[in-house]
């Protein structure tokens, strides 16, 4: 059975792609030929995607069963049970082989052809290996949809992060970022995050680089991973946090846990060798221009070197959706853009203190790497193949990417 006859494509976040490798394989030696597409529900824009995608897909192989999956699949699977030949697998059977199989066996007849006709969506060439570590989430966010997709939150047994790990490392990865819906939270046989990224670098001494996904702001793991970073080089010191708002009344009415202090003592904690990112909804229920100022005022103080901004996306079901005092799309996407414009000056303020500075990087594709800290790297010379991690000067700065040569 040939693996390019499943075709996949993942929409939305990174647990997401690490899936649709794992559904790819197992339906590999299973079914003769299909294309999976795994959803996003996140926003009502990435749903509305999810179905355009799915509906070109479908007129171009009207003979190929395709799976949707994913969260947006599991929220509305009416969106795409209207779809021909189109079989929604809901995120609590989209690793369950028998799920697959029982549609095909039931709809043999409809299917006659073994290759798929046009899909372009190339798979990613990975340079890192994402390795999935819990999954769920318990926590009452009011704007999370995902978390009722999802399901509460389940830690992995850590035999199989460590299998997985090494699977990696064998397969010519040098970099693994470990990955989950709320990785924070993982706790399983007397283990925390922080102990599998430590027992992870003790294990597996070919790890050269480790990374872990988003972070819960609240969660006192942040700091004994900072302790980590401190301690061992492999462990990447850029951590993303999902901070959402800077501002304190937004955060309570969010129903987060944590408040622009806590952020302010992760800052203080980390000291200079330590960067982060943040996740930020712009336009929250009663989110005033004052309170938007007050994110930006943190941003000021804590100066995270990238900011994922977005405009709030009110999800039916959630409490969010019916909280009085709407902020208007536009207001959202205006707010969006001036965090955005701080974040970028702050993080050119940062690559240029750095200029002049040899670092370590891991090349992706076309000589474009990424340094510790996540920042692209555009390699001058001759071409790099993909996994490789070097040495490189950091020369200059343009179109906010560094060009370093090899050193």
């Known amino acids: ?12 976040c990174r647990l997401n792609a690490l899936e649709t490798e794992k559904i790819q394989k197992l339906l590999r030696n299973a079914i003769n030929c299909a294309i999976v597409v795994n959803t996003c529900a996140v926003t009502a824009e990435a749903e509305r995607q999810s179905g ?12 190929i069963p395709i799976f949707v999956t994913g969260c947006a699949a599991t929220r509305n699977p009416g969106l795409f ?8 697998v809901n ?27 046009k899909f372009n969506h190339p798979a990613p060439n990975l340079s890192k290996q994402f390795i999935q570590v819990q999954n769920g989430c318990n926590h009452k966010c009011a704007y999370c949809i995902t978390r009722f997709l999802r399901g509460p939150a389940i830690s992995f047994d850590y035999k199989d992060i460590l299998n997985d790990a090494k699977e990696a490392v064998k397969n010519g990865f040098g970099e693994i970022v470990l990955t989950g819906v709320d990785t924070a939270s993982y706790a399983r046989d007397g283990m925390l995050i922080s102990d599998v990224c430590k027992n992870l670098l003790r294990d597996v001494k070919e790890i050269q680089r480790l990374r872990i996904s988003s972070m819960d702001p609240a969660s006192p793991e942040i700091f004994r991973l900072i302790d980590l970073i401190k301690s061992d080089s492999r462990m990447m010191p850029h951590l993303h946090l999902s901070m959402q708002s800077g501002s304190n009344d937004v955060l309570c009415a969010m129903h987060r846990r944590h408040n622009a202090d806590t952020v302010r003592r992760i800052s203080t904690y980390a000291g200079k060798g330590v960067t982060f990112s943040w996740d930020i909804i712009c336009g929250f229920p ?22 994922h901004a977005f405009p ?25 853009k001036v965090i955005s414009d701080m974040a970028d000056k702050i993080r050119y303020e940062f690559m240029r203190s750095n200029l002049g500075a040899t670092v370590s990087v891991l090349v992706e594709e076309n000589n474009i790497a990424r340094t510790p800290h ?11 193949p993909s996994r490789t991690i070097c040495n490189i000067e950091l020369q200059n700065i343009k179109d906010g990417v560094y060009i370093g040569i090899i050193v």
């Open 81 to 88: 049970n209207q779809i021909p030949n189109t079989f929604v």
């Open 52 to 63: 355009q995608t799915i509906r070109k897909i479908a007129r171009e192989n009207p003979n």
């Open 374 to 384: 996540d920042i692209n790297v555009k390699i001058q010379g001759n071409k790099i």
């Open 312 to 336: 709030f996306s009110a999800r039916p079901g959630t409490e969010a959706f019916d909280m009085p005092n709407q902020v208007t799309k536009e207001t959202a996407k205006k707010r969006v």
């Open 91 to 117: 995120n609590d059977n989209k690793l369950n082989l028998d799920a697959y199989v029982d549609i095909i066996s039931k709809n043999a007849c409809n299917f006659n052809s073994t290759q798929v006709i």
């Open 1 to 12: 059975m040939q693996e390019e006859n499943i075709k996949t494509l993942s929409l939305g």
């Open 286 to 307: 009663n989110e005033t221009e004052e309170r938007f100022q007050e994110t930006l005022s943190l941003v000021q103080e804590t100066r995270p070197i990238k900011i």
